[in-house]
T-cell receptor
């Protein structure tokens, strides 16, 4: 079945550091990928839709300069948290689906980001 | 606008007993509904979906869900719960307002199966 790989699984770094998270579709091409943020014991909050070859679409309230998204190929999207601060600590999850229509999204295993 | 509601933050059930995790939806067009499961510190795993057809949808790991149009519900069920079913369950609806298959998630229900 469709597999989405997310890397790294965990990051601990100092405040002010920029952190890049990768999301890869391993056995299918994805023109669209999604980035979510999940707080403890809460649901997934969609941050942005990553579009291959064009700008990402950000949800209301998400700072595009803070959370840089690049989708340079059909199998890779990256999320960079720039100048991270403790309030950016969270669980970040990406998803992608093969093709359009009503196929289910497949999720990466998430990245636990901890900013000290 | 599309939305889903999961009225229970947590459901407790004894191993071997049937389980139900509730979900209701609100859509302006055709409902495209999904259930996902999340284990600790992991991403979400797809369980099943309803697009059209039979109201009873069978999915992974013995789970099934019943689509009820009159009650706008899509409850997740399993005849006999396992301790290993303990996890966080999310109901989702496809956002049909856009060109992508973006999902809108419920708040999640923590299922705790006691041995």
């Amino acid at each position: 079945g469709a597999v989405v790989s997310q890397h790294p699984s965990r990051v601990i770094c100092k405040s002010g550091t920029s952190v890049k998270i990768e999301c890869r579709s391993l056995d299918f091409q994805a023109t669209t990928m999604f980035w979510y943020r999940q707080f403890p014991k809460q649901s997934l909050m969609l941050m942005a839709t990553s579009n291959e070859g064009s700008k990402a679409t950000y949800e209301q309230g998400v700072e595009k300069d803070k959370f840089l998204i690049n989708h340079a190929s059909l199998t890779l999207s990256t999320l960079t948290v720039t100048s991270a601060h403790p309030e950016d600590s969270s669980f970040y999850i990406c998803s992608a689906g093969p093709g359009q229509g009503l196929q289910p999204q497949h999720f990466g295993d998430g990245t636990r980001l901890s900013i000290l | 606008a599309q939305s889903v509601a999961q009225p229970e933050d947590q459901v407790n059930v004894a191993e071997g007993n049937p389980l139900t995790v509730k979900c209701t939806y609100s859509v302006s067009g055709n409902p495209y509904l999904f259930w996902y499961v999340q284990y600790p510190n992991r991403g979400l795993q797809f369980l099943l979906k309803y697009i059209t057809g039979d109201n009873l949808v069978k999915g992974s790991y013995g789970f099934e869900a019943e689509f009820n149009k009159s009650q706008t519900s899509f409850h997740l069920k399993k005849p006999s719960a396992l301790v290993s079913d303990s996890a966080l369950y999310f109901c989702a609806v496809r956002d049909d307002g856009g060109a992508t298959n973006k999902l809108i998630f419920g708040t999640g229900t923590l299922l705790a199966v006691q041995p």
